[in-house]
DNA sequence: TCCTGGCACTCGACTGTAACGAGTGCCAGT
DNA sequence: ACTGGCACTCGTTACAGTCGAGTGCCAGGA
C-alpha cells in the first residue's frame, strides 16, 4: 500500500513516457531519460510493487511497462499539474472564436478548434435548452391548416417545427395565438414551461382552443421532450493516430459510439457545477468505449452552465495538455456567449 | 480491343466474386462458381486479355485478379442491371420514413436509412438554398439595437442570423421592415435575390435606411453567400467493415474527406438533371478519396431537384445494390418532401 | 534498512529455410 | 478455337534459431 514518493514519480516518469513513445517503458530507459537518481534495479523494484497495486503492467513477459487505467487515474488526481496553455495556443482559440456571427457558427467553430488544439475527436453540446429560457416564440402560417412554430431561446438557439392544425385558422387568429404564448411563456425557463402550456391551453379563448390544444402538444413535444439536445462533432480522423496500436486495432466500436447521440450526451453533457471531469478508460459506462478517455467540462455565460464540451481520444493521452485545452476553450466560448 | 461476350460474361464475373468474397479470383474458383462452359485454362486466356486491356490486374504474381476502376467502370456501365429492392426494403424505406416530423428529422433519418440499408457512409445534402424560394423572413428583436433574422423556405429550411443594428430601432419600424422585406422577397427563389434586395434598400423609407442597409448586408451574407449550404452524415463506423483491406489500411484520408463540407458537396451535390451518378476510384477529384467510390443522385419534389444525396464506400462494393437503394431513397424523400 | 550490481531467465521480434499450394502462362493436341 | 497438361512463380505458413530488451532475484555494501 505504501506508494512514497519515488513510486509515484517512478508512475508518473511512466505515464509520460508512455503518452510520448508510445511503446511499453522499461527500467533501464527511464532512469536515462528521467533524473531519479537511482539504478535500473532499484526502479524494477517499485514498478514491481506498483504493478502488484494495479498502477501499471506488462503487456507480456519481458517488456516493458504500461499504465493501467488505474494508472492513469492516479497520475490525473495526484501526480499532475494542469499545463498551462502556450502563447500560441490561446492566440489560436481567440483568432478561432473571433467573428463567430451564430449560435450554429460559434459551436461549428468550437470543435474544429478544440479537435485542432487536442488531436483527439471533439464534442460540442449545444447550449442546452433544459437550461435555456424562451426569448420569443414566433408563429409563421405556412398555409391555412398549417404553421411553423419558431422559438428563440436566449442562448441564441433557434428550434422550429411544422404545426399540423386540426383546422383552417385566420391570420387574426394566429396574432393572438402569438401574443397569448408569448405573453405568457416568454422569459420562462424552458424547464418550467409543461405546467404554463397547460395553463394557456386552460385559458384560451373558446374559439382558439381547438388549436391551442396542437400548438401545446407540439410545444411540450418538440421543446421539452424530443431531441432537445444537440451535439457537434469534428477531429474523427485523429482517431487513426497512433496506428490502430491505441483501439486494440479496430476503430469500428468507437465510431459507433460516436454516432449515437444519447452516448455523447451521457459523456460530454454537464453534470456538476462547472468541474471538468476525466473519464479515463473503462470508468465510462460503454463497453464500445473501454479504450477510451474523456475530457470534458461545461460552459456558459459567466458562472451558469448552458451545455458541455469535451475531447475523447485513447487513454493514452496527454491528460494536462487536454485538461488545460478543454477548460479554456470552455472559458472563450462563456465569454463570447455572455457578449450576446 | 475485341470483347466478346464470354470476355465480358467472365469480367462480370470477376466483379460479382471479387465483390462478395473481397479476394482476388482465380481462373478455377471462376468456372466453378459460375456456368460459362468452358475449361479454366480458356478462362486464363480471356482474363490475359483483360488484363492487357487494363480491366483487371493481379495483385502479385501466381495470385488470381482483381477487377480495376476501369473494370468497375465498364461493369457499372453495362454489365449489371440495378438490382430491384426486396419487399423487406421497401417496407424498411417506408417505415423509417413515416412520422417524419421536420425537415432536420427528414434528413436525419434518411441519412441513417441510407447508411443501414447499403452499409457504407451516407450522405444527405439539405435542400439547397440557391434551389428553394423564401416562403418567409421573419424579424425578432432581441434587444433595441439586435434582430433575429429568421428565414423559412419552402423546402422547409430555416435559417437564421443575428443582425446587429446601427442603432436603436423601435418596435413599429422592425413591423415596418418586416412587411417591406417580405413584400419584396416572399416567393422569390434565394438565386434571384440579390437584385431584390438591392432595390428593397433603394426604396426603404429614409428614416428606415441605415437599418435596411444592415439587413440587407446580413441577408446577402448568409442566406446567399455564406456556408448556405449543409450536410448530414452517417455510418462512418461501416468503413471499418472489411477489416483494413480496403483502403490499403489507413482509414485517415478517408475520415480527413468526410469532414470537409465543401468535399462532400462537390461527391454528392447535384448537378445534372436527375441521373444517378457513380464515381469510381480516382474518378473523383480528391486525392484522399481515390480508394473510394461514390453513388449519388439528386432528390426533390416531383420532378425538381433541391437537394443531392449518396453514398460512400470502397471501390468494391455493391454497385447494382447500392444505386438501386440510393435511387428508391430518394424517391421516397422527395414524395415526402411534396406533401409539405 | 535500503540500494546496487550481477546473473539467469523469459519471451517477443526478427531471420532464414523449407514445404505447400493457388494460380499463372504456354504449348501441343483435338 | 478450346482443352489438358506441365513447368514455373511467389505468397503463405510453419518451424527453428538467434538476438536483445526487460525482468526477478539475490548477495553484498552503505
Chains 1, 2 share one sequence.
Do not use: C, W
Not at 39 to 49: E, I, K, L
Not at 57 to 77: I, M
Not at 147 to 168: F, H, K, S, W, Y
Amino acid at each position: 500500500m505504501g506508494l512514497d514518493d519515488r513510486k509515484l514519480a517512478v508512475l508518473r516518469a511512466i505515464v509520460e513516457d508512455y503518452v510520448s513513445t508510445q511503446e511499453p517503458v522499461g527500467s533501464k530507459a527511464l532512469v536515462e531519460r528521467h533524473q531519479l537518481g537511482v539504478s535500473p534495479a532499484t526502479v524494477r523494484n517499485d514498478m514491481a510493487v506498483l504493478e502488484e497495486e494495479g498502477y501499471i503492467r506488462q503487456p507480456h513477459t519481458s517488456a516493458g511497462r504500461v499504465p493501467t487505467d488505474r494508472g492513469y487515474r492516479l497520475f490525473v488526481d495526484r501526480l499532475s499539474r494542469v499545463k498551462p496553455l502556450s502563447p500560441a495556443e490561446r492566440r489560436a482559440i481567440e483568432r478561432f472564436l473571433v467573428g463567430a456571427v451564430d449560435l450554429d457558427d460559434v459551436v461549428h467553430r468550437t470543435v474544429r478548434l478544440l479537435a485542432q488544439l487536442t488531436r483527439q475527436v471533439a464534442v460540442v453540446q449545444y447550449p442546452s435548452l433544459a437550461r435555456s429560457s424562451v426569448r420569443h416564440l414566433e408563429l409563421v402560417p405556412i398555409s391555412t391548416t398549417r404553421l411553423m412554430l419558431v422559438m428563440i431561446a436566449d442562448t441564441g438557439r433557434v428550434e422550429q417545427r411544422l404545426v399540423e392544425l386540426p383546422g383552417p385558422v385566420p391570420a387574426d387568429d394566429v396574432t393572438d395565438l402569438r401574443r397569448l404564448v408569448n405573453e405568457k411563456l416568454a422569459g420562462a425557463r424552458l424547464s418550467d414551461t409543461p405546467p404554463l402550456v397547460q395553463a394557456l391551453v386552460e385559458e384560451a379563448p373558446p374559439e382558439l382552443r381547438p388549436t391551442m390544444t396542437t400548438l401545446a402538444t407540439v410545444l411540450l413535444e418538440t421543446l421539452v421532450e424530443r431531441h432537445e439536445e444537440r451535439i457537434a462533432l469534428a477531429g474523427t480522423a485523429n482517431l487513426t493516430r497512433g496506428g490502430l496500436l491505441d483501439f486494440q486495432g479496430s476503430l469500428r466500436p468507437i465510431l459507433e459510439a460516436l454516432e449515437e447521440e444519447v452516448v455523447l450526451l451521457k459523456l460530454i453533457g454537464e453534470t456538476e457545477p462547472s468541474t471538468t471531469r476525466v473519464l479515463i478508460g473503462d470508468e465510462n459506462e460503454f463497453d464500445n468505449l473501454r479504450a477510451a478517455s474523456v475530457v470534458s467540462t461545461g460552459y456558459g455565460p459567466g458562472a451558469t452552465i448552458v451545455g458541455g464540451l469535451g475531447v475523447l481520444g485513447p487513454t493514452r493521452m496527454d491528460y494536462p495538455g487536454n485538461i488545460a485545452t478543454v477548460r479554456a476553450v470552455a472559458r472563450y466560448v462563456g465569454e463570447l456567449l455572455a457578449q450576446n
